[in-house]
């Protein structure tokens, strides 16, 4: 089964497009932050859509958060997908063994990359076929504004379009599109291929842009802090439930 396969079995099975993004902030790799991503994971999962583990919270936590990774991800069932944000950004034979590490060690379903160094930044890994890539096309900072969103000579296309060309060469692969970069103009020059949207929750991205898109691929729109670590009383499968609400309103 390919990732996009399983990602679109696992939004009808939920009715949900909700992501959960495992930005877990600790300052321990301990048997106590391990129990608590468990608890995330156990109270959110009839929401959830896919889960986001975002590698740097646990590199930041030495090899014993990497091993608390490892274990993590082995409790999440198998039919739900797991996106790896690891935005990887190299080249030949490292980035072949980024590509290693992800699909063969973690066993994820799909991973974040950076494709500003070139189209042969993709090859690595697109030797797992039925594996998923999310290239950035426009994220979530201001910083895309730098880069991504300038105009190309003449004035008509943007940087971030030269990206999305980039995702032809398989339907396993989409873009990073962030809510708070994501007007309307960006969403129509974007190809109708899976998107991985963060910026909603704590970021302040406005689901109303979502609205009207009339887009087939499968989408998925994280959300992190807003689920681990809001300031209110709720349970994770509150708020999960909350956003899974939110985001099939917008969706329409």
Known sequence: MTFRDKLEQRIAATGSNLCVGLDIRADSAGEETKQNILRIIEETLPYAAAYKPNSAYFEALGWQGMKMLAEVLKAVPKEVPIVFDVKRGDIGETQGYYAKAAFEEFGVDAVTL????GRDT??????YADKGLYLLGVTSNKGAADIELQKLEGGERQV?????EMTQVSPQVGLVVGLTNAAQEVLARTPDVPLLIPGLGAQGGDLAALKGTGRNAPLLVNVS???TNAADDKTYAQRAEHWRDAIRSALG
């Open 160 to 164: 971030f379009q030269i990206v999305a």
């Open 114 to 117: 950076n494709p500003y160094m």
């Open 122 to 127: 993709l090859e690595p890994f697109l030797k």
């Open 225 to 227: 802090r807003g689920i």
